[in-house]
């Protein structure tokens, strides 16, 4: 048979024996208080710690939780956490974006590709590639140029801001073979094409460009046109 409960009351507390601590009848509260005045001693009435209390019945010991100080430190402390891990997830996704951004801005940028006919615009300039010939050989007389396999020739127009095709080049081109491979325009062709040496016409109307590419690695061939001042870079599909 279970004893019942200690009547509620002041008894010595089982933390601090220079203390009396207050028993509600089903638990210590946190009320503490000292000794009342008296002979020396421990007073009348008093029961020892975690001995008999009036009625045979045993108190037990207090419960060990945590302080209502360290609760509100721990809620705290968990608040800033919380905000910290959020504040370092908001800045490595802003960084992210500010990347790509500058990459989109500022980096190696792919501006797609387009057909021949089509315009390729990439930083406020517009190529068009209008025609593709593939002769044997360019030019006729002391100028004439035979190709190793065929020549590619590109007839390009260009349009734009002027400070920014005025930096376009036939060096910007370069024709990428089905296998990855890319070929740089030819200089002889050029010059049997009256092409100025290694740059589109002077005109903003763009001029040809001549590649001389093997036969087989023709099919499948595209154009690699760089951007204005290398900000990216995009594509003409010679054939699909």
Request: with cysteine.
């Given at each position: 048979?279970?004893d019942?409960p200690?009547?509620?009351?002041?008894?010595?507390?089982?933390?601090?024996p220079?203390?009396?601590r207050?028993?509600?009848?089903?638990?210590?509260?946190?009320?503490r208080q000292?000794?009342?005045?008296g002979?020396?001693?421990?007073?009348?009435g008093?029961?020892?710690?975690?001995?008999?209390?009036?009625?045979?019945?045993?108190?037990?010991?207090?419960k060990?939780?945590?302080?209502?100080?360290?609760k509100?430190?721990?809620?705290?402390?968990?608040?800033?956490?919380?905000?910290?891990?959020?504040?370092?997830?908001?800045?490595?996704?802003?960084?992210?974006?500010?990347?790509?951004?500058?990459d989109?801005?500022?980096?190696?940028?792919?501006?797609?590709?387009?057909d021949v006919?089509?315009?390729?615009e990439m930083?406020?300039?517009?190529?068009t590639?209008?025609?593709v010939?593939?002769?044997?050989r360019?030019?006729?007389g002391a100028?004439?140029?035979?190709?190793?396999?065929?020549?590619?020739?590109?007839t390009v127009?260009?349009?734009?801001g002027r400070s920014?095709?005025?930096?376009?080049?036939?060096?910007?081109f370069?024709?990428?073979?089905k296998?990855?491979?890319r070929?740089?325009y030819?200089?002889?062709?050029?010059?049997?094409l009256?092409?100025?040496?290694?740059?589109?016409?002077?005109?903003?109307?763009?001029?040809?460009?001549?590649?001389?590419?093997p036969e087989?690695e023709?099919?499948?061939?595209?154009?690699?046109?760089e951007?204005?001042?290398?900000?990216?870079?995009?594509?003409v599909?010679?054939?699909?």
């Amino acid at each position: 048979m279970t004893d019942p409960p200690p009547e509620p009351g002041w008894y010595p507390d089982p933390e601090d024996p220079q203390l009396t601590r207050y028993w509600d009848g089903g638990g210590w509260t946190d009320r503490r208080q000292p000794y009342p005045a008296g002979p020396i001693g421990r007073p009348t009435g008093m029961q020892p710690m975690f001995g008999p209390a009036p009625g045979g019945a045993t108190l037990p010991p207090p419960k060990r939780g945590m302080s209502t100080g360290a609760k509100v430190i721990l809620w705290i402390f968990g608040v800033f956490a919380v905000i910290a891990v959020l504040a370092i997830g908001g800045c490595v996704a802003c960084g992210a974006l500010f990347i790509d951004a500058v990459d989109n801005e500022l980096g190696d940028r792919d501006f797609g590709e387009v057909d021949v006919g089509e315009t390729l615009e990439m930083r406020d300039v517009r190529y068009t590639v209008t025609q593709v010939d593939t002769p044997r050989r360019i030019g006729s007389g002391a100028t004439e140029q035979r190709a190793s396999g065929r020549f590619v020739v590109l007839t390009v127009t260009v349009r734009g801001g002027r400070s920014l095709v005025s930096d376009v080049s036939a060096s910007d081109f370069r024709l990428e073979t089905k296998d990855g491979r890319r070929i740089r325009y030819d200089s002889r062709a050029q010059s049997a094409l009256g092409a100025p040496f290694g740059s589109l016409s002077s005109r903003l109307e763009g001029g040809d460009i001549a590649f001389d590419v093997p036969e087989p690695e023709i099919s499948g061939a595209r154009v690699r046109i760089e951007a204005p001042l290398g900000n990216g870079h995009g594509y003409v599909v010679l054939g699909r």
